[in-house]
């Protein structure tokens, strides 16, 4: 029985670190395990030009606390006036690492995203030539379609149209939640993959739902299933490099979660490798846990894996703090329902 494991030092390659106060205090709990991570530019306003993603990476250096090495892989948040030719120059100059495309009101922050895909074509058709990958939001806003299949209308509706109408382009399912998404990278050797967080590998939506709402655990796309998660669970840990972790972890405060219109969001990046070692250790896939913290994302972004390392230990239960304290208020840490016997040391 495995009671120890070494792995690459991993990177998170969909993260939210916010700005201001709650981004010096949740920077931290990234930075200690995570070497880089793909930073998400849904702030208000949001990072739409490399004028802005250098600003935010410099608030981001500002705030890593002394002693703390940690590199910010800026994104441009896609909206219909984005400039081709900005895009390609924060690329050039190696400013960015992808350009997000949230779909208009899909989630938190997103009332500048698209709505009208054909306006964005030049962009992407351009992203196309230079190789930028698009990470994708994956999910429709009709109205009309029940929240829970959203992200499979999403991928007959716009994805596999936009993807056929722009061959080359690179793309990045973010947060995949379904088995429908699952199997659509699947069945695709080339140009695209997925991240996976953490917290959709352990709560379906009963955990959301049954016997009382519990909105630490609602986040979008909204948990599904559970044979949805148990899909996620085994890509996860299969060691196919078309899958990679993105964590998603997503701070909002006490208060604006547990309002009457709740944040959606978990923040995970405190205990996310401890419940990554148990999950991939319950389906017999300790060895392709560093594929999936460490290897597969760096191989898809065009980057080296890190060169350092650290060590996952298993013993006594891990006790995490139930939350942090930011200066804009408390922030509730996941809880994945069961004791937690990995660590990092």
Known sequence: MIQSLSIRRPDDWHLHLRDGAM?????????????????????VPPVVTGVDARAYRNRILAALPEGMTFTPLMTLYL??????????????????SAVKLYPAGATTNSASGVRDFD???????????IGLPLCVHG??????????????????????????????????????TTSDAVAYVSAHERDLAATITTHHLVINRNH???????????????????????????????????????TDSAPHTDPLKQG?????GCFTAPNTLSILAHVFEEEGALNN???????????????????????????APVAYPAKIKTGDGPVTVFDPGFALHWRVT
């Open 139 to 176: 999910e429709v806003t009709d109205p009309a379609v029940d929240i829970f299949d959203r992200e499979a209308m999403f991928i007959d509706r716009v994805l596999d149209p936009l993807r056929r109408a722009t061959p080359g382009l690179r793309v990045v399912m973010e947060h995949v």
């Open 260 to 264: 009457a219109c709740g944040c959606a």
């Open 289 to 315: 846990l560093e594929g999936f913290t460490s290897l597969h994302g760096p191989a898809f972004y065009g980057l080296p894996p890190n060169e350092t390392h650290i060590t996952l230990t298993k013993g």
């Open 23 to 43: 981004l010096a205090a949740v920077l931290p709990h990234s930075a200690r395990h995570f070497a880089r991570a793909i930073v998400m530019p849904n702030l």
């Open 79 to 96: 909206t219909e006036e984005t400039d081709p030719e900005d895009v390609a120059a924060a690329h050039a100059n190696g400013l960015i």
């Open 208 to 246: 959301i739902l049954a016997g009382g709402i519990r909105p630490h655990y609602y986040c979008l796309p909204v948990a599904k299933r559970e044979e949805h998660r148990l899909a996620l669970r085994l890509a996860a840990t299969s060691g196919d490099a078309r899958f990679f972790l993105g």
């Open 119 to 129: 306006k964005v074509r030049p962009v992407l058709e351009r992203m196309a030539v």
